[in-house]
């Protein structure tokens, strides 16, 4: 037992070292902590360490690259377009401007399944900052919106790297866990978004202060952009909502037993891959029409975001590898019999897990795929559908935030926050939902086992 803790601490350390010490990129750090723990864990032969994270690399690739790489293209084209703009002010005519923090978490939490956490903070923060500018109040309680609504869909729902991974790993279909990763996000959002900043904002006066070059008049024209200027709503919402179903048509289908030629093509449609391509091709025709692009000037703009989601392609297969490397030094069986003995489940075990990993060095995504390589061979085990499993890791990866996350200097120099701030409005948000979600995933878990 204590051979397999040896080399989990030691790999942990090691992506501090890497990551956070020696500033090297996440891909090459989560590649050398493998190497690292493969050579000291003996039940790896030493010869076969390099082949073996290759293979883990590989076999993470083939199941996460091309939906990766497609919702790169949708979230970028969302956001050129202006789409995503037009998402949001969608929202802001349902709540009205006296509850426009409605709209940023509505917003965020909708943006965030295809569009990655931090462009969906960059694009939301000068409409928070806008709003601060005319309003004069309820600052803390828009950055803590956006920024609850970003989180949740990053962490629980496809087709976001971590999720989608961790679908993999353990073995669960995505549609699944899209369904029930909605369901668990929409507490953890709302605790979070509106409970927790309702209640920091009474206790917390944030300044508008000029950052990222941003002044008042540029947040006031980004927030009044003429509707005219912007695609349709329905259109914009197009590329979101159509992977969903797709996906989800698999899933129902599956569960309720359909012929087999139906079955046979919802299979095919609601395969991430396929569900996604489709997205893309929808964002990108609507980047292409809304800007006027030439095809030379379209695909100038999708290389852009097929260069952009390289690196998260990159970088989620390399936390495969690490996560697949644990897995065979035998770290899960080792922590969970631990913890087993303590009398905590598994579900909790893999929450726990999760927010220390994430805790020492502070990548979400490396925190998910290195649990959920850990705790898949428990999957098995449980009272209820794994799917709960992928739940507990996702709400552990929210547990807290701090300097050597990238999220927290996002937050921080975006939103023109000093980092007493920060950790007030987003550091401790943060827990606030994670338990909110192991509650949640513990409850449903319970009186919905889904087996």
Not at 295 to 311: K, Q, V, W
Not at 406 to 417: E, P, Q
């Amino acid at each position: 037992m204590l051979l397999p803790l040896l080399a989990f601490v030691i790999g942990v350390f090691a992506i501090v070292f890497f990551v956070i010490r020696l500033k090297l990129p996440a891909f090459i750090g989560l590649t050398l902590s493998a190497f690292i723990v493969g050579i000291v864990t003996p039940e790896i032969p030493f010869a076969e360490v390099p082949a073996q994270i290759a293979t883990i690399f590989g076999n993470t690739m083939t199941g996460i690259g091309i939906p990766i790489l497609m919702a790169s293209v949708v979230g970028k084209s969302l956001m050129d377009s202006g789409a995503a703009i037009r998402i949001v002010r969608g929202f802001l005519n349902v709540t009205g401007e006296e509850k426009s923090e409605l709209s940023l978490l509505g917003s965020s939490y909708l943006l965030s399944i295809p569009v990655f956490f931090d462009n969906v903070f960059y694009l939301l923060a000068p409409l928070a900052r806008a709003m601060k500018a005319r309003t004069k109040i309820k600052y803390p309680l828009y950055i803590a919106c956006i920024s609850a609504g970003a989180l949740v869909t990053h962490t629980l729902v496809p087709p976001t790297p971590g999720p989608l991974a961790m679908a993999s790993n353990i073995g669960v279909d995505v549609g699944m866990v899209m369904i029930v990763g909605i369901i668990v996000a929409i507490p953890c959002s709302v605790v979070g978004g509106l409970v927790y900043g309702r209640w920091i904002d009474k206790r917390l006066d944030i300044p508008l202060r000029e950052t990222m070059g941003s002044t008042k008049e540029s947040l006031e024209q980004v927030a009044n952009k003429p509707l005219e200027e912007l695609p349709g709503l329905g259109v914009s919402l197009l590329p979101i909502i159509l992977p969903v179903i797709f996906v989800g048509s698999d899933t129902i289908t599956k569960a309720i037993g359909v012929s087999e030629s139906v079955g046979g093509l919802t299979s095919f449609i609601g395969n991430p891959t396929f569900a996604l391509t489709i997205a893309a091709l929808i964002a990108a025709s609507i980047l292409a029409m809304q800007k006027g692009f030439s095809t030379e000037e379209l695909a100038e703009s999708l290389e852009r975001s097929l260069e952009s989601g390289g690196i998260i392609v990159a970088i989620t297969a390399a936390g495969g590898a690490f996560g697949g490397i644990l897995k065979a030094a035998g770290v899960g069986q080792a922590i969970a019999g631990g913890l087993s003995e303590l009398g905590i489940p598994l579900i909790v075990s893999a929450w726990l897990i999760t927010g220390l990993i994430k805790i020492a060095q502070g990548s979400t995504t490396v925190a998910l795929l290195t649990t959920s390589s850990i705790m898949a061979p428990f999957a098995s085990q449980l009272s209820c559908h794994p799917v709960y499993l992928i739940t507990a890791i996702g709400t552990g990866g929210m547990m807290f935030s701090w300097f050597n996350d990238s999220g927290f200097w996002i937050i921080n120099k975006v939103a023109g926050l000093n980092e007493s701030e920060t950790f007030k409005v987003w550091s401790f948000l943060n827990p606030v939902m994670s338990i909110t979600g192991i509650i949640m995933t513990l409850i449903m878990s319970r009186l919905f086992p889904l087996i």
